[in-house]
């Protein structure tokens, strides 16, 4: 009975997060992933927090770099372990976000946000670094 | 949990029905918040010896680094400290009427709150074994006072369940209990249980279970005068004529479990968050203005390090202005203590070790989010009778804590209306102040609907904004591996802060680990 009654018990604990659909916002704390589809919402739900919203990064004590104008993203490898990874006092944001999310928003700052690379980043790739 | 059942006794029960909850309790209400650890302090450090003129330089005058220079000069030491902002206190911070803070991105938020009202952005409770902490706000006359963490009569609140109605915590709380008993009690009369529970045992057991889920003789868990007692009448007793009180309804374990409204019911049990528990009295940084007051002399503000080399001889540190930026200055000694976060640390060039250098690049620093919202009535006292702790929900505020203070008071009160971590910190921390403080009121209005009505005014703080820390606390992403590196003298500097010690994210664990680097420091001079 003692097994039962955990197994059941951690099950529902374990059901406890819902998922957070593509909405603008999170709807609950508990939420595993940000929400978006679209790299720029992506990108404005979670990445703009540290490298702003221009991807002009900013400067205290510490700071954060600009992904704006930067030569590192020309190939989309290394902001996939970044992202998945993260370095230093950047977190592994991707903890808190899907694959195809990965892709949608690597693919935005190697596009857009000043830089202007080519190729296309899919969840597979992404998958393929997890 | 696939241990073989040997005799299960109430205490395994309860322990196991509190870690399927705390599974989950875990992530929404204090997801990270390092270890519920009881502190290893044995008072008052004693560093006996003549130091003989030595000098250590100080980095960082948050509570780890103003904690080893008021014992370092008390001492004999000569010391220095260098802080990056205008005050000292680092996360130890309170944000009243009047102040200003500027976050990374520059938005500039003015603290609109009345006179006496406060936000405590970071730190905000005390537990009663964090001993170092206590005895320094003894030893510097800083006042405290109850925090109330469990409120019987605040709310715990799904928008999946009950309609999205909250519940009660009293309400919810005794019927889970109960109906848990209920049910236990008499799978154990039905000799369900009797591989697991000796016949003497199960008598003792059943005993217990009625007491404890407040059961009728028929080990049932319904609707009484007993009952209401603990969960709250449908109509209260009063005084004369048609005086009554009438018991209320029982919400069925079904309703409850389903709702998970279970989750948050021993939150206040662990034992950094069970009573006593306090708070200074004024605000959180009552404690940073003490030590402060003792170390003062000793700090240069506004000073922005930028660079750190050791060597044989000593240890420089070059720094700059942190508004103003312009010429470097150096500061030089014997030894160093650096209690800057290793977040900001790694960004700063330095000539550590590798392995040093690699367990600064090790950790990474939390996301968190509070705001802090005034009204301009204590509504929640006044229409709903909360007064002080915390209301649970699933929304991604997570909670709503009341003021533990000035009970009763007229004009405006401040709630904490968001405290969250994870993916929903991350979203508050991308946005603009304004629009985090607004999704605290969409949200929050959905379990107070006088919120809109009320509002006056509030500030945000999310901690990958904050200039100075890049994060809340710091997370290691191999700590086992790390940490013995990152606790060794290293170009004549030993490390020390929150980070470096087994109570990260705690007050504590800054003034154990800064207690800590200095006893080591102090013998390796003496010798
Ligand atoms: C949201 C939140 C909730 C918390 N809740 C609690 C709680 O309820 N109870 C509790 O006890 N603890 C709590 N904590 C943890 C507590 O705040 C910390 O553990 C403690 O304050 C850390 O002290 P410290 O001295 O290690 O670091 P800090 O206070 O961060 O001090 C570091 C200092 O270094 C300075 N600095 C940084 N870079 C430089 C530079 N380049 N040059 C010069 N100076 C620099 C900073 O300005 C700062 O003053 C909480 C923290 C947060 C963020």
């Known amino acids: ?130 | 949990m696939s241990s073989q059942p040997k005799g299960m006794s109430r205490r395994d029960l309860l322990a196991m029905v509190g870690m399927a909850a705390g599974a989950s309790a875990m992530y929404s209400a204090m997801a990270g918040m390092g270890y519920a650890g009881t502190s290893d302090y044995k008072g008052p450090v004693k560093l006996e010896g003549d130091p003989k003129g030595a000098s250590v330089l100080v980095l960082g005058a948050g509570l780890a680094g103003m904690t080893a220079a008021y014992e370092l000069r008390r001492a004999g030491y000569k010391v220095q400290i260098l802080e990056y902002r205008e005050k000292a206190g680092g996360r130890c911070w309170t944000l009243r009427s009047g102040d200003s803070y500027t976050e990374l991105g520059g938005y500039t938020q003015k603290v609109g709150f009345a006179e006496g009202n406060y936000l405590n952005p970071g730190p905000w409770r005390i537990p009663s074994d964090h001993y170092a902490v206590l005895d320094y706000c003894k030893r510097f006359g800083v006042k405290l006072e109850p925090f109330m963490q469990v409120n019987y009569n605040a709310y715990v609140h799904n928008t999946e369940a009950f309609g999205g109605k909250p519940q009660r915590f009293k309400e919810i709380q005794a019927d889970y209990r109960g109906q848990i008993a209920e049910l236990l009690a008499k799978a154990v009369k039905q000799d369900k249980l009797d591989e697991a529970v000796t016949d003497e045992d199960a008598e003792l057991l059943v005993a217990s279970l009625k007491r404890y889920g407040v059961l009728n003789d028929d080990l049932e868990y319904v609707k009484s005068e007993k009952v209401s007692e603990h969960r709250g009448w449908e109509k209260q007793p009063g005084g004369g004529v048609g005086a009554e009180p009438v018991p209320s309804n029982i919400i069925s374990l079904s309703d409850i479990l389903k709702g998970k409204l279970w989750n948050n019911l021993i939150t206040g049990e662990s034992i950094d968050h069970q009573a006593a528990i306090f708070q200074p009295v004024g605000g959180m940084d009552m404690i940073a203005q003490a030590f402060e007051r003792e170390v003062k002399d000793l700090i240069t503000y506004n000073a922005k390090v930028i660079r750190y080399e050791g060597g044989e001889n000593g240890v420089t540190a070059t720094y700059v202005d942190a508004k103003a930026g312009g010429a470097e200055q150096t500061v030089s000694a014997d030894y160093c203590i650096c209690t800057i976060p290793f977040s900001v640390l790694g960004q700063i060039e330095h000539n550590f070790s590798a392995p040093m250098t690699a367990a600064i690049e090790d950790v990474y620093y939390e996301s968190s989010i509070k705001v802090g919202l005034e009204f301009k009535r204590r509504f929640w006292e006044q229409d709903d009778h909360i007064y002080g702790g915390i209301s649970y929900t699933n929304l991604p505020i997570t909670l709503i804590s009341y003021p533990s203070t000035n009970f009763f008071s007229d004009g405006p009160g401040v709630l904490l209306g968001t405290y969250s971590w994870g993916a929903a910190a991350y979203q508050f921390n991308a946005i603009a102040p304004e629009a985090r403080i607004e999704k605290a009121l969409e949200f929050g209005a959905q379990i107070h609907p006088q919120y809109r009505d009320e509002f006056s005014n509030g500030v945000a703080v999310a901690w990958h904004r904050v200039p100075w820390t890049l994060g809340c606390y710091g997370e290691w992403r191999d700590k086992e591996k790390h940490y013995p590196a990152a606790t060794a003298m290293d170009q004549r500097t030993l490390m020390a802060g929150e980070h470096i010690s087994f109570l990260p994210a705690w007050q504590e664990g800054a003034i154990l680990s800064a207690l800590n680097a200095i006893e080591r420091l102090h013998k390796h001079i003496i010798g």
């Open chain 1, 1 to 130: 009975m003692k097994r039962h009654l955990a197994q059941a018990a951690v099950a529902a604990a374990l059901s406890l997060a819902a998922p957070a659909f593509a909405q603008d916002f999170v709807t609950t704390s508990a939420a595993k992933t940000i929400p978006g589809t679209e790299g720029k919402d992506i990108y404005n739900a979670i990445c703009s927090g540290c490298h702003m919203p221009d991807g002009t990064g900013a400067t205290g004590a510490g700071h954060y770099p600009a992904l704006a104008g930067n030569a590192m993203l020309e190939g989309p490898d290394y902001p996939i372990h970044m992202i998945i990874h993260g370095q230093k006092a950047m977190p592994p944001v991707g903890d808190v976000m899907t694959d195809d999310q990965i892709a949608a928003v690597v693919n935005y700052i190697r596009h857009d946000l000043g830089n202007a690379f080519e190729g296309e980043t899919t969840a597979a790739d992404v998958a393929a670094a997890r």
